[in-house]
């Protein structure tokens, strides 16, 4: 599983990182993202579904950050 | 949903980047990332004070053949020297901007340059402002794909969304 943290990016490379990796990955890889609530949250999983991608999970992980696990 | 199914929902971006002035392109270079990260075909077309953005040479030059090309070209600068549109203080607030960007965890125009290019984001120059300026395909950075005039910018844009920065 490949790891990304967003935490520490603010608007529009929250996406931009996420898409990249994605882009980056092979069909069936899955990829964990940690991100902030707000923005990235309510916008980055809707996002990847948008290209396509699966979004398995999304659960609270504490301090506002919620963990994203997507599939591509 | 199929993947293209999804995409053609949503609208295409063309930017119209005529400023030259740092926060200006920032504005444009942000819309056009985070619309390529979402998804969207996006264009910029870099006119006029925009085509600092694209010079090969990042400071300045003084490029073209005649005397008054080469003073514009010099004055204008590249990439290095946009101006803030307000409070530049003599070139100084544009570093001191991106110091303050780093701080807060905002990407930096060369890595919001740098992602465009990554995301597919297509980069064109605007052919007359290119003959105003002398300047030649050559002068520019390799990412631009094509020298168009204005109406194949409206024809590529015809179904999208136009902004003018």
Redesign the interface.
Known sequence: MEFLDIT??????T??K???RLAKMEAGQELEVILNEGEPLN?VPA?CE???YQVLSIEAVGDGKHRVIIKK | MSETAVKTEKKDLTIVCFSGDFDKVLAAFVMATGAAATNRKVTIFFTFWGLNVLKKDFGRKALGQGFLAKVFNFLMGGRNKLPLSRLNFGGASPSLMTSMMKKHHVATLPELIEAAHALGVRLVACEMALHILELERDDLIEEVEDIVGVATFLNESENAHIIFV
């Open positions: 520490h990016e603010t608007c529009p490379m996406f931009v996420v898409k990249l916008n996002s948008e290209q396509g």
